[in-house]
């Protein structure tokens, strides 16, 4: 894993230099980092693993040290802090792959003011970014229904970093596999791919270029057949290419279409390869697809086992920043008690919830769904309650009675005192928790247009802690 102790922002610096001479340096903090949703109903956390490598790596080298030097506002006695650097703090963090919505953290540190201050702009980079694909990547995977996605975005993500973490962020998210070679490598995930136009355009004749391919790769042969005329060549060659693979004692894949009207054009695929007796020969769809046009491909009526998914998955490309942030909610006092701190502001969406904190589920016991979430302080307890009060944060008169439940506190413990306490899990072991959390949501929280709200409420506890702080 690369140091990047140094990916940070200037002003991190600078604050950490401004503790160290104003005597703040050692206070503890907390800080928490969430997302306020403005165009995300949920989120499907994601970025941890990289979170732990980061912090495990975190260390000044003495070119670090130079560098900074060089940059002339740096005192030694400042810089000498830095060579010593090592975090001591406490981490907390949802799993990846769990459901998350506006205003939960995500993660939560607990350290001095002096390590928590510098961690912040790497953190949320990291989270940032693959929450964001992830959380793109499970709304095109729902879409798609029992169709499997592959994610094809490589050629066209910001950079190596964001191809290859957007690619284990789609497969956390649900994808089956991607075409990003370097990721199958690093995390153990499945590759796939067929071929492109220019294959294709190399062969004198567009049957000799897939009998090639066939010859080449005859138990794994998908064919892309909209080079020249999708319907009155591509199609018809295909099929007289996997019949031959089939007399040979071999099963053709499929088909891909990668342009046109692909409702149309998929369904009369369909009917062509049916009539060839290819019934169980596969479709595959590609081409600057998303969420919504599979939804509007699948209510025209296509015809689409499997489909192929880039640009905008990678880039996610209607929501191109998740807007997550690090707040601090709580500093140690001149008692050496912990004190909750509050961000005002006169847009409501932006004051902050204090204290130490954490994300209670809670699950119906009769369908296993689940129906709300309380924010609440760290100190509290709702595991084995027989009934629990909610309320709206806002319109505090709307409530609702929860009984016949089951509790489940979302956070779990990442590094306790500088120590890493959490192993993760591997990117497979991921995809199928996230797959397992996701169906315990209704799909009226998933839809695409207007979906419903799930409830996120503060526990009373924390209500009236943040009135208090309000008001004073």
């Known amino acids: ?120 702009t790497a953190i949320l980079c990291i989270l940032n970014h693959q929450t964001l694909i992830a959380t793109k990547a499970s709304k095109i995977v729902h879409e798609t229904k029992k169709g499997s996605v592959a994610e094809f975005g490589l050629r066209r993500a910001q950079g190596p970093d964001a191809a290859i973490y957007g690619a284990r962020a789609a497969i956390v998210a649900g994808c089956a596999s991607t075409s990003n070679v370097l990721a199958g490598k690093m995390f153990n995930v499945p590759i796939s791919g067929t071929h492109s136009h220019s294959w294709v355009m190399s062969f004198p004749s567009e049957y000799e270029a897939f009998r090639a391919y066939a010859n080449i790769y005859p138990d794994a042969c998908m064919l892309l057949v909209d080079t020249y005329d999708t319907l009155h060549s591509g199609v018809p060659n295909a099929i007289r290419v996997f019949k031959e693979l089939i007399a040979q004692g071999h099963k053709p894949i499929g ?127 709702f595991i084995g309650l027989d009934k629990v009060e909610i309320f709206h944060p806002v319109y505090t008169w709307k409530k609702k009675t929860l009984t016949d439940f089951t509790a489940k506190e979302l956070m779990v413990p990442v590094f306790e005192n500088g120590r890493q306490v959490y192993t993760s899990p591997t990117v497979r072991e991921i995809a199928a928790y996230h797959a397992q959390t996701f169906a315990a949501f209704n799909d009226s929280y998933k839809r695409i247009l207007n979906p419903h709200i799930y409830k996120v409420d503060l526990s009373k506890k924390l209500y009236d802690l943040k009135q208090e702080l309000i008001n004073n």
């Open 255 to 381: 088909i891909r279409l990668d342009s046109g009207d692909l409702a149309y054009l998929s369904r009369e695929a369909r009917s062509m390869l049916d009539a060839a007796g290819l019934t169980d020969v596969k479709i595959c769809a590609s081409g600057d697809l998303d969420e919504k046009v599979v939804q509007s491909l699948a209510a025209q009526g296509a015809c689409i086992d499997t489909w192929g998914i880039g640009t905008k998955l990678i880039t996610s490309e209607d929501c191109p920043s998740l807007g997550g942030v690090y707040k601090l909610a709580a500093i140690e006092g001149v008692d050496g008690k912990m004190v909750p701190k509050l961000k005002k502001s006169d847009t409501p969406g932006k004051i902050t919830n204090p204290g130490e904190k954490k994300i209670v589920r809670f699950f119906d016991n009769k369908t296993g769904e689940a129906i709300a979430d309380l924010i609440a302080l760290k100190e509290e307890n």
């Open 1 to 120: 894993m690369r140091n990047l102790t140094l990916l940070t922002d200037l002003y991190q610096l600078t604050m950490l230099n401004g503790y160290s001479k104003t005597g703040q340096m050692d206070k503890m903090s907390v800080f928490d980092v969430f997302y306020r949703g403005v165009n995300n109903n949920y989120a499907v956390a994601c970025g941890l693993e990289q979170v732990i490598d980061y912090i495990n790596n975190l260390k000044f080298t003495q070119e670090d040290i130079d560098y900074l030097r060089s940059l002339g506002i740096f005192d030694e006695e400042f810089l000498a802090l830095l060579k010593d650097f090592k975090f001591t703090g406490s981490i907390y963090a949802v799993r990846e792959g769990d459901v998350v919505f506006p205003q939960e953290p995500i993660l939560t540190v607990k350290a001095r003011l002096f390590e928590a201050q510098l961690i912040e």
